[in-house]
């Protein structure tokens, strides 16, 4: 499974920069790999892993802005289309398992 979660938050304030530069620096921590600009994915191994993973991005979510999540399968995402441009080589985009020890 695949977790895609997409965020755009006010860049205003000073308190607006930390809070993204917070965030951001949790999504990487987390295993979150950017996609593009405010586009992050993290691949899970099943329903439980996925579940962990959003209760973790509800407790570290900035005050202010829009972040969503979208759950799908390794199927639906590889058949992501590049209109321009190539996808990135840091995102695993094959259907082979990943296994964390």
């Known amino acids: 499974m695949r ?9 205003q304030t000073d308190k607006n ?3 993204y530069n917070h965030f951001r620096k949790f999504l990487i ?3 979150f790999i950017m ?19 959003r209760q973790k991005v509800k407790k570290n ?25 190539e996808g990135q080589k840091t995102v695993i985009d094959s259907m082979d398992r990943l296994i964390e020890i």
Request: no cysteine; net charge negative; charged share 20%.
């Open 3 to 11: 977790l895609i979660l997409f965020f755009d938050l006010p860049m």
């Open 17 to 19: 920069i930390r809070d």
């Open 29 to 31: 921590k987390s295993g």
């Open 35 to 53: 996609m593009q600009k405010s586009v992050y994915t993290k691949l899970v191994a099943n329903n439980v892993a996925s579940a962990s993973v």
């Open 61 to 85: 979510l900035p005050p202010e802005g829009m972040v969503e999540l979208l759950e799908i399968t390794e199927n639906q995402f590889s058949r992501i289309e590049y209109l321009v441009g």
